[in-house]
């Protein structure tokens, strides 16, 4: 059975600081992996998705990794921003299965 | 862009009520969801959907039921609310099982 984690929980860090989000997946047989932010009380909003045969993606600041063998996806945001402040959630799509597994997310806090 | 629309943002209702929760997305998806959110727990699947009339049971289905009667609504029914389905509601939407997307959500509380 497929489990997702991150690890830490939350995170604060000074403005302009580069961090990474980890994110631990037991099962390598993944189909996809996404990272998504999620503003408090509202959705999720997808940031990146990487397939399988893919090692990592990228979009503006962002930079998402994955190695299937190691059971390890991390997020990269680079010269943070306080309006980087949120929760940030990995979701695994496992082959052959319809359903997407969530970590339970880290709470980012950039401070001015 | 994608939207996926949830039809309220805040519900109040009390024990025992029926509740109906909407969600309608606009680009054709195939497959939708309806998941839960708790403190701790994360997100958790209620149903999935991946045609008209088609539906799976995710991981805590008792107490929910779904309705996809077209391909862009996707319903969520608490058939007797009761306090423990107090939560916020997420529904998504997917072309075949590629980028996720979420409507706003709607914050549930059930008195």
């Known amino acids: 059975k497929q489990e997702v984690t991150q690890i830490p929980a939350a995170l604060s860090v000074p403005e302009g600081e580069n961090l990474v989000l980890n994110c631990s997946f037991t099962d390598s047989a993944i189909y996809n992996l996404q990272w998504f932010r999620q503003d408090p009380g509202k959705g999720l909003t997808s940031l990146l998705l990487i397939q399988s045969s893919q090692r990592e993606q990228t979009s503006g600041r962002l930079n998402a990794s994955l190695d299937k063998s190691s059971g390890r996806s991390t997020l990269y945001i680079a010269a943070s921003q306080p309006g980087d402040s949120a929760t940030y959630l990995c979701a695994v799509k496992t082959s052959g299965t319809y359903k997407y597994i969530f970590g339970t997310g880290t709470r980012l806090k950039v401070l001015a | 862009d994608v939207k996926v629309t949830q039809s309220s943002r805040y519900l109040v209702k009390r024990t025992g009520e029926k509740v109906f929760l909407e969600c309608v997305q606009d680009?054709?998806?195939?497959?939708m969801f309806w998941y839960r959110q708790d403190p701790g727990l994360g997100l958790r699947l209620i149903y999935f959907?991946?045609?008209?009339?088609?539906?799976e049971k995710g991981d805590i289905p008792e107490g929910y039921s779904v309705s996809r009667e077209k391909k862009e609504r996707f319903s969520l029914i608490l058939e007797s609310a009761s306090t423990n389905q107090t939560s916020m509601y997420l529904c998504?939407?997917?072309?075949?099982?590629?980028?996720?997307?979420f409507g706003s959500g709607t914050q549930l509380s059930v008195l």
């Open positions: 959907s991946y045609d008209v009339k088609m539906k």
């Open positions: 680009m054709d998806h195939e497959n």
């Open positions: 998504a939407s997917s072309f075949r099982f590629e980028k996720l997307f």
